[in-house]
């Protein structure tokens, strides 16, 4: 059988129990390290450039491949996964919205410490309360299949409610309420991103332990729901973030905000490459195989990781 390639997608590692926020929704650091020995026993580890050459049909490995991204620029990337993946001479690749290394907390973040600081209902009740008032008639229905295809390991209650956020909602009404809520629960935006996402130093210290940065959009915000100027100049300043902030690298990889294909489309892709970017990961569930479209790139949740 031909070789494939398993791109495995993380996000919050960390500590949980230790944490402020011990209900946050995240792989524990003791399973990822057996979870990374695992995978290093049944795959070959790749790096992005042997994973985009087996892509391009240049590269065939004796076994499959097996490729570490980590969304979002936490700092529990630095703090917890780095140490485990430098040990074992893995190369992760690990993708920032530069926005909230700038001392913005992303809107999906917001929502996550919110349902995580308070029991689901409160927020969400508090979260309604607040639209009935700046927007009264507002429509909450959303698409059920929808909802739970994109947040299938989520209650069916949960998903429905972050597909409103995320998809439902006009950004900036939205914003405002999670504004006011995050103010009233969690306190100063700025000190709560200082603690939550990586500094630009220590994402170079990541890239000098072999680690690869790449884009995650600047304001991560679903890309084919803005304009078209508003996407360009999004993924430019991204660009110009990561090129300035950081040390040069062979390669700049991107995820797209929520990574579903609805998520992104043509203009996304042209932006990308003509800014340099060599290839974009999806959230879309799957392996890949030789010739498969660099910039559709599928994956799968740590979840999903059968070893």
Not at 133 to 139: H, I, K, L, Q, V
Request: with cysteine.
């Amino acid at each position: 059988m031909p070789a494939q390639l398993i791109v495995v997608a993380y996000h919050y590692v960390r500590d949980l129990p230790r944490t402020r926020f011990p209900r946050i929704k995240g792989m524990l650091t003791d399973n990822f390290r057996r979870q990374v020995l695992l995978l290093g026993e049944r795959y070959e580890m790749a790096t992005l450039e042997s994973a985009l050459a087996f892509l391009a049909g240049k590269y065939q490995p004796a076994r499959d491949l097996c490729l570490l991204t980590f969304d979002d620029g936490l700092k529990d990337h630095y703090s917890d996964v780095l140490p485990v993946l430098a040990e074992r001479h893995i190369q992760g690749l690990f993708f920032v919205p530069t926005a909230c290394l700038g001392g913005l907390v992303a809107s999906v973040h917001k929502s996550h410490f919110l349902m995580a600081a308070l029991d689901f209902e409160e927020y969400r009740q508090a979260f309604l309360r607040r639209l009935a008032e700046f927007s009264p008639g507002t429509r909450t229905e959303v698409n059920m299949i929808e909802a739970q295809l994109a947040y299938r390991w989520d209650a069916p209650e949960v998903a429905a409610f972050k597909y409103l956020l995320n998809f439902g909602l006009p950004e900036a009404l939205r914003d405002q309420i999670l504004d006011d809520l995050f103010a009233e629960y969690l306190g100063d935006e700025s000190e709560f991103a200082r603690q939550l996402y990586l500094s630009w130093d220590e994402a170079r210290e990541m890239q000098t332990a072999g680690m690869l940065i790449g884009g995650h959009s600047h304001n991560h915000v679903a890309l084919s729901l803005m304009d078209d100027d508003c996407q360009r100049a999004d993924l430019e300043t991204c660009a110009e973030l990561l090129h300035s902030r950081l040390n040069l690298q062979p390669l700049w990889p991107f995820t797209y905000p929520f990574g579903q294909s609805k998520t992104f489309n043509s203009l996304t892709v042209q932006s990308l490459r003509d800014l340099g970017f060599a290839c974009s990961f999806t959230t879309e569930l799957g392996i890949n195989g030789a010739n498969q479209d660099p910039f559709s790139i599928r994956r799968i949740d740590t979840n999903d990781v059968v070893v």
